[in-house]
């Protein structure tokens, strides 16, 4: 990949992650960070407890949904090989796990991802992810270029 594509990449990755922000800030959700964004700490890392290659993870974006008591978590994937390598699925479980014994204030995720991802994103989650996470892994439709 040449430096001009990585730059393009690094471009479009922000925006996406903009639009997550926005997202957010539509939902009523607190940003408490967001990775790369001028104006936003980096978001914290999250303990992994025992899920891929057991690192920490940080999201793109953090925030708290005030209404539901919880946190939320937002990542962005960008084309069909980030659906499912082996560092996605660890972000899905890590930031799935979070929280997770709290019932209706476990954290939730939300994945910023084009449109046409979006069928296969869900297949992808309902065969990796355990069924009772699958309401809290939620798809946001990115908005066309």
Known sequence: ????????????????????????????????????????????????SGYGDNRPRSPDVIGFDPKSHRI??????????????????????VFLDHNAQRGEQASVVYVMLPDALVQEFTDIITHYIHREYWHRIIPVRARPT
């Open 1 to 48: 990949m040449s430096l001009l594509d990585h730059l393009e990449l690094n471009i479009e990755r922000n925006r996406l992650v903009e639009e997550l922000i926005d997202f957010f800030l539509h939902e009523e959700f607190e940003v408490h960070g967001a990775r790369n964004i001028e104006g936003y700490t980096m978001p914290p890392t999250i303990p992994n």
């Open 72 to 93: 939320v978590f937002g990542i962005v994937r960008m084309d069909r090989e980030s659906l499912d390598n082996e560092e996605s699925l660890t972000d899905y479980n």
